[in-house]
């Protein structure tokens, strides 16, 4: 795959207690468009102690998935074998797909207070609304039809609804000590999906130095499913509206621990080396799983370790 993003932001004061910013954003990928431009304003009151900032942001994507897009719970076809010729292949294949584009708007609005509560701490409160319509189902995904002895019978494409409205609520807190800055946040998220969920962040900078520091860094992230989340389809039940066995919509903990190192080297060019451990663990849907199905590790973690090396100049 290759993509190609393009995105430029253009922040200036409006008079002396306010300032205005306004972006666009552009990415293409060979079977994804994306177009989007946002803009915010933030005025100060209260001798520079307070800001209320409020932003927006449209965006539209064009989505022409490799293949065409499957039509909703129709079976993935997977062996050509069965066919007697690629005609006949891509006929059935065929049967089973959209043609044509389709589309998903996005509207996200923010709205924020910044607070100097003295010269040592300052907090921050976001209210955040976002609305999307049109084509949300992955296009890549599908699930498991299986039988009573839990052995797979067909493969269906996934089905997701059109419309997903969310709301989140932010809180971060930071505090200079002698030593170095405490940083923290929290995050609650909830969206018409069902999906529920709390993000906890925070960050402990160390001053080792004029120019140098440490940072540990502990995250961790917790939600619910979605109401439409199914590891699998049982064979001779009826199809529901929708389903998707993505685990990223089922229930979930996940956490990051880890640290990073600073420094500001001659000409005043910063260096940043960071190090973490990530673990997802999906939990347990409450599906009762059949035969064979008992057997295998349905909600496996996910781990991975993340190492970056930046600059700034």
Not at 65 to 72: F, I, V
Not at 89 to 102: I, K, L
Not at 163 to 190: F, L, N
Request: glycine share 8%.
């Amino acid at each position: 795959d290759t993509r190609l993003q393009v995105e430029g932001q253009l922040t200036q004061p409006v008079g002396d207690t306010m300032r205005g910013s306004a972006g666009l954003h552009f990415s293409k990928e060979y079977d994804y468009l994306s177009l989007s431009a946002n803009a915010s304003i933030a005025k100060d009151f209260n001798q520079r102690n307070t800001t209320v900032s409020a932003g927006l942001s449209l965006a539209f994507d064009t989505i022409d998935p490799e293949g065409g897009r499957p039509l909703a719970f129709s079976e993935m076809v997977v062996d050509k074998g069965q066919f007697a010729n690629e005609q006949a292949y891509q006929t059935v294949f065929d049967a089973t797909r959209h043609e044509g584009t389709d589309d998903k708007n996005m509207l996200d609005l923010m709205l924020g207070v910044t607070q100097v509560i003295n010269r040592r701490m300052l907090m921050q409160f976001n209210y955040g609304y976002s609305k999307s319509d049109g084509y949300h189902t992955d296009p890549f995904k599908v699930l498991s039809v299986v039988n009573e002895q839990g052995l797979t019978q067909a493969l269906l494409h996934e089905n997701r609804p059109t419309e997903r409205a969310r709301h989140s609520a932010y809180w971060q807190t930071k505090y200079a000590m002698d030593y170095g800055v405490v940083d923290i946040s929290y995050r609650y998220a909830t969206d018409d999906w069902d999906i529920n969920s709390h993000t906890i962040d925070s960050r402990l900078r160390f001053n080792l130095s004029n120019n140098s520091y440490i940072q540990p860094h502990l995250r961790f992230y917790q939600q619910s499913a979605a109401e439409f989340y199914q590891p699998f389809l049982l064979e001779g039940q009826a199809l529901p509206n929708f389903a998707s066995a993505d685990y990223r919509l089922g229930e979930m903990t996940a956490y990051t621990i880890g640290l990073k190192y600073g420094v500001t080297v001659s000409g005043g060019n910063q260096w940043a080396f960071r190090l973490e451990y990530y673990q997802q663990d999906p939990k347990d849907a409450g599906f009762d799983a059949p035969g064979a199905l008992q057997q295998i590790d349905l909600y496996p973690s996910l781990k991975a370790v993340i190492a970056q090396i930046s600059s700034s100049f």
